[in-house]
């Protein structure tokens, strides 16, 4: 004899051979479970429909898994590159003020001068990361 599978409040209720079998929670105070309402025929041996086949709500479940680690490794990635840009800032805008520096010590600070290419750059690079 096959399992028999009962629903509803208090389990009264028989299993419709023509439904599918998944046991919905009524969503009430009391702990009942009316059987599924669509046309069985899908998943073992037919017994449910399309939305509670086993396997579909397998690869549901693991689809959206997936997208949640997804979505935590980009949140992760980007975490990082904020602290790298963090950690990079100090140091390049030191080096930044030594080439300047270093650029007018040679005086090569001059507009139009042969030789003072990327000074007007270093000096809008620094004002930039000092927030001018
Ligand atoms: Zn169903």
Same mark, same amino acid.
């Given at each position: 004899m096959? !399992? !028999?599978r009962?629903?509803?409040l208090f389990l009264k209720a028989k299993e419709n051979e023509t439904r599918c079998i998944?046991?919905?929670h009524g969503g009430?105070?009391?702990p009942s479970?009316?059987?599924?309402?669509?046309?069985?025929g899908h998943g073992k041996d037919g017994l449910y429909c399309k939305i509670h086949d086993p396997e579909v709500v397998k690869a549901k479940a693991e689809a959206k898994d997936k997208a949640w680690h997804t979505k935590w490794d980009y949140e992760r990635s980007k975490e990082e590159l904020s602290r790298l840009e963090h950690e990079a800032?100090?140091?390049?805008?030191?080096?930044?003020?030594?080439?300047?520096?270093?650029? !007018?010590l040679q005086g090569l600070d001059v507009p139009g001068l042969v030789g003072n290419i990327g000074y007007q750059e270093v000096c809008a690079a620094i004002a930039k990361a000092e927030g001018k």
């Open positions: 096959a !399992e !028999e009962l629903y509803g998944e046991r919905i009430g105070r009391w479970f009316h059987q599924c309402h669509r046309k069985r800032h100090q140091p390049m805008l030191e080096a930044l003020k030594n080439v300047k520096k270093n650029l !007018e």
